[in-house]
């Protein structure tokens, strides 16, 4: 190879690790398995924001009860772990869902919604995770970003 042709393919090989190094790198969470998130869940209360900005508490029970908070709102109904998914399902209320979640940080965890229902959930009928809210344990401090990781 001609010494200016190895000099140029050095320099664009160094140029795109530069560019490369200077973007954001983007991946997918590592998700967490049904073990860890009912072992991480059970008896956990958690605070959170959504990607509003809005806030909630939300504590679940060990015995799959849960009671959901957002200001002057509160709510009960269940939780389950279904097909890799965390559900959460609310009494009267069709607002509730399953969620993947990563755990990203020593005190936060991300929510991606991917179904309405636990059914879905069980048939593995989930769509395209869709980053929906990050929330932490509520009896220690956060070590949640300001934006979702993917």
Not at 88 to 114: M, Q
Request: proline fraction near 5%; glycine fraction near 10%.
């Amino acid at each position: 190879m001609r010494p200016t042709l190895s000099l140029a393919l050095a320099a664009a090989a160094l140029t795109a690790a530069v560019a490369a190094s200077a973007r954001p790198v983007l991946a997918v969470p590592a998700w967490m398995s049904e073990q860890e998130i009912a072992s991480t869940f059970s008896g956990l209360t958690i605070d959170g924001e959504y990607a509003d900005g809005r806030r909630f508490t939300e504590t679940y029970a060990q015995d799959n009860s849960v009671v959901y908070e957002d200001g002057p709102v509160t709510a009960g109904g269940h939780w389950s772990v279904k097909g890799g998914a965390f559900c959460t399902i609310y009494d009267g209320d069709p607002a509730g869902g399953c969620f993947r979640v990563a755990e990203i940080g020593a005190n936060c965890f991300e929510f991606y919604f991917v179904t309405r229902t636990e059914e879905e959930a069980e048939k593995r009928e989930l769509g395209k995770p869709a980053w929906t809210a990050r929330g932490w344990r509520k009896d220690r401090p956060a070590t949640c970003r300001e934006e979702a990781s993917v």
